[in-house]
């Protein structure tokens, strides 16, 4: 009971890391709109593992399968399903942490709620869950595009301590996947690279922070005072597995200016509202403004690592872990397609909410 | 459309900060728990305008009736109504805001969406509207005292560039009151509150961090993978006025933290499952993990302040803005309340979910 | 915790019999509508008690108040609260009825849920509940006579055993009003006039069918497979009190046809789809075609009678229970306005679903 | 938009006819429950085509696949994704049909809400969606099981005007599978299944009555005001294809009593409160009262007939129409299944309610 996600535009994920296979149904996207797996493929080929040297060495092809809401190359404004299997699942790797709980992981907090768990490689709370949030998150983008012309761009702004000299406008797909961290500063991008792979060789794990922009998005989304716009986005990036802060705009930053420097100053240009200044990140009493809309996430450190730890047993018995199984030193490469899918997520649900199902129609039955 | 909150224990505000009053509905809240107007006063007393010389000088009593849902004292286990009547709406004050737009304020963002809006005092973007939130989170804390002896406390922990010294551990209610900038740290309370009184002069504004922690809450709270414990704080908090950033746990300090430094480690004690450290701020894989819950909230500088500003009015015409109208240099201070009613309500919400609500009956009737 | 109704006009009823007053609040209205006391309050007394020599004489203006949501004459697009005052609440009238339960009534299943009931006048489970879905249909009715010019329209076509001679098409509310049985046959109407006063005579009650229909309700409203228009509705009408059963178009009457005789045929005329017949009752898998809603409820007779009845009390022992307290005979002409307000609502929040909010817009602010 | 249903047990169907499939995700279902593919198969074979020569000759064998959800033979407590594949998918049967609006069918209305439909066997409007709905119906009467030993038992009451002379109560699961048209009454069925067989031969076809009772369900299930057991109830089986009309207990029979002969006496047994009588189909004001819940459905005659019609097709033409494609002349004998899920599912979503996700687990982990 907490599998789904929108009103309007309603997804529910399913799957566990070892079980038959993880998928997505996604209720609500308008009719006509041209889906094939081909479209949704590049996304999971973003998050799929083994797709460098600094992910887990776990090779999984990750390919989709619709099942459903799609006839004759176009969607029915009916349930899609899209459906991928699991291949490369060892469970093998996984029986030493059968009755051990693993420190940074969902093992215990599972076995102490459910009572039972699939102990194969964090079961539901794995990160292949995410894999039905991208696929989702193609449709959600394509949503927008069709809407609006409107792009969700994410890319890692930080590993540990080293900082892209990116700042929030202007970073485009192609700089992101450049170079397989995804940090659009190749020079960034180098070092980055350089120590997650330290990590990796001292059995450690590094996090840092992915940040997002959404740009052509008109003013209006959001639905106050609980579904506003930052709070609907808060909930979206704090479920991404690690994600453990979310900022909108100047975010923690803002807090050493003073109102006269952070609130944006208005003008008119092009004959709408503009701002000289977007610390507000687009959004101003939860309803976007036209400005880009701006998010930072916090990512911790993988919880897996290679260094011996201190922990408990199902029987309350003290252990010392040392971890096997196949796992990223880094998540944030990997959590790149995740958090630009949870942003067209929220933000085609609310782009749904204004024009409805007949008005989201318009650019597609024709 | 979007006024509701809570999937078991379902709230929805309601109220502008000019019309005939605010007020919420309390829908799920177990019945047979002793409840009166008493009980909500003080927490609405913490929050309500001109308390103190640091606040609005908007002179609120904010007194409350219980409309329904009660009946001998006791809750029904059917919707509660609560209602607060404004009493201090001086609308000509406002006078000068009917066509223009102020900057950091929401005056543009609905009058976008809506094409008719309320132009005295914010109408519905108002804090005022928080008032039902802080009287549900009232009937939340009690909920889980009843259930736990839980308790949930929130305080100032940074003012602009102002930290106080306050550790995650062992804050009271009793030093929180203890100063009207509500910091438990009385040194750094003092050049707060002289540090917000220098805003207020000098017609400017200031932000800050409130930090939450809630104690006592059992292993197993949080629905994954969309309803995880720390996806419905973060949607929670970042729904309040002002916020612009949320963390859990060590958020992004954890950033510059390796994988070895971060994991908790994990022990036994008194039969139950610990952690020695608690950066993952007691939620493991979006589920509670018995340790306390520790949330940090930014709010940005009030975005009401007396310097003039550049910006628009409704017609597209340029405007310098000096504003008037009655408000806080710091909303912190007033925060503090709302903060700890949002996050019990969130948990008082998943424990429902938990025991139902038959379970949920346990302390009360029988 | 299930208070509340509708999906993009989500309206939540609080209030008991006995209580402050009971109360209603709408989320989700579009903005700009023009509404006011005066708008609501005509409903409100065609369900009020006292209103004939045929109800109840418990007398209660049913005053209304909008307390939020409406701006100098116009909706904000934000929730409405609407409240009622209960003012002639007689306790004292319920005493005997502290321990007992009463047949046909809730007392005892509310005592087994809760623990704890308000013995007055049914709590919760009192019509007057029925104030809120009434002052928000009036508002759901405005929102579908702006949008299609469309109408809804209910009336008593069977009391007991007496059936109105009166078919599904062309009855007026001026014909429904014009008795105060609301039934549009007036032979008919006076002889359900009759039997009810009978029954009151004799200390007994009767019930019977409302019937309802909405016209100008164009194709596509409804959201496959389980917000299907006849579904909603169904839910809807089986939510009022004493509703035991719900027919769309033929209803139970179409079993005894056979599918050559109950397909509906279809043709052109004015360049849409029309059908000859309308045994659909206007849905067809689940979505409007474009003909009148038509839609059947059968309340039972009133569970209140004044004849002795075997019951138990709340210790457990037998009773013989009298009944005192004021009461209706038969429900059905109060209803009507209720079954009214129930269609409404549900066309109105599917018909919001298909335009947004936006979308919803367009007939009022300009 | 739609395809979801219930609050705690949340189901979510997917898929069209002629798609790759059709399949269900059940979220919200206890932990440690032992479920298999064996489990639900026996219901999916009560529901499947080709069962019988009164069912239509579309020969599918329905083989369920679980995806998710499931782990060493034991429900996760997280979503379970159970798939069934398409495979006896001609769609060329269907060619007559895609331009064509079939009277009695959703082709138009889908055409008209989505400007895109599949054509090929009804689409998302086909009765294969309620594979889905069986499947999930299987783990709801397991749960109800083991938490009450409660039963649901559905079955055909009667067929065009063809009655049963079956009550309600002590029908068996062996008498309704003891014959091919589901009904008790081995008298009755012989004439039914000689009334579908006349209407096939006819190129007609025959609607007629499903009953439903739950038995072993205790006081206190259902969520007034809105989320009413008999309410969700109503929903729940309106939305299954082809129903018209709903009846909790007496119905629209309960009509042409009165009070005096309506009301239930209450009396004590075996330390609980009964009623001699069970008109009130065991829910008084929305809430069981531990009597035999009590479910009537209309079911209209199957709207596909091969005598010719008069339609038309998607640019406006007059066409007479003569159905191919296979069909049931008689859909009732496959809808008893559906009907007992529906019912199992709204029982187990309010028990869920009631007891919450750790008072569910009750049973099961030990």
């Known amino acids: 009971m907490g599998s789904s996600f929108g ?52 090779d999984e092809p ?8 799609v006839f004759e190359g176009r969607t029915l404004g009916t349930s899609i399903a899209i459906l991928v299997r699991n291949t490369d699942a060892r469970s093998s790797s996984y029986e030493d942490f059968r009755h051990v709980y693993r ?8 076995q102490a709620k459910y009572g039972h768990r699939s102990w194969q490689g964090g079961g539901r709370a ?13 449709v959600a983008k394509r949503i927008l595009e069709a809407a609006f012309g409107a ?7 930080q590993v540990h301590t080293l900082t892209a000299a990116t700042g929030w406008e202007g970073v485009t797909p192609q700089q992101v996947e450049a170079n397989m961290v995804r940090c659009p ?27 997002c922009v959404a740009s052509g998005i008109p003013a209006g989304l959001g639905d106050p005072v609980f579904d506003k716009l930052d709070a609907d986005l808060a909930r979206a990036m704090m479920s991404i597995p690690a994600c453990k802060g979310v900022e909108i705009g100047s975010g923690f930053g803002g807090i050493t200016m003073t109102g006269r420097e952070h609130n944006d100053a208005m003008y008119m240009a092009d004959g709408r509202v ?27 450190p993988t919880a897996t690592i290679g260094h011996p730890q201190q922990t408990v047993d199902d029987q309350g018995n003290a252990v010392t872990l040392k971890a096997r199984g196949r796992h990223d030193p880094c998540v944030l490469p990997r959590a790149v397609p995740i958090v630009e899918a949870m942003m067209a997520l929220v933000l085609a649900d609310h782009h749904l909410r204004q024009v409805g199902q007949r008005g989201a129609l318009t650019p597609f039955p024709g």
């Open 7 to 58: 009103h309007l535009l309603r997804i529910a994920t399913w799957g566990e890391s070892h079980g038959g296979g993880v998928g997505v149904t996604i209720d609500g996207c308008p009719a006509g709109m041209p889906l094939s797996e081909a479209d949704i493929q590049p996304d999971l080929d973003r998050r799929r593992p083994g797709q460098s040297r600094i992910t887990t060495p776990r």
């Open 126 to 138: 794995s990160a292949r869950e995410a894999i039905g949030r991208v696929a989702a998150g193609t």
């Open 185 to 211: 500063d190749p020079q960034a991008a180098e070092r980055m690279i350089a120590r997650i792979e330290q990590a990796r060789d001292e059995g450690d794990s590094v996090g840092g922070i992915v940040r």
């Open 103 to 110: 420190p940074g992981h969902a093992d215990y907090t599972y």
């Open 151 to 157: 792009r969700v761009t994410a890319w890692v702004q």
């Open 62 to 69: 990750d390919r989709c399968e619709i099942l459903s809401g």
């Open 274 to 300: 503009r701002t000289r200044t977007n610390f507000a990140g687009g959004i101003l009493g939860g309803i976007s403004d036209g400005e880009d809309i701006l998010v930072s996430c916090a990512f911790k």
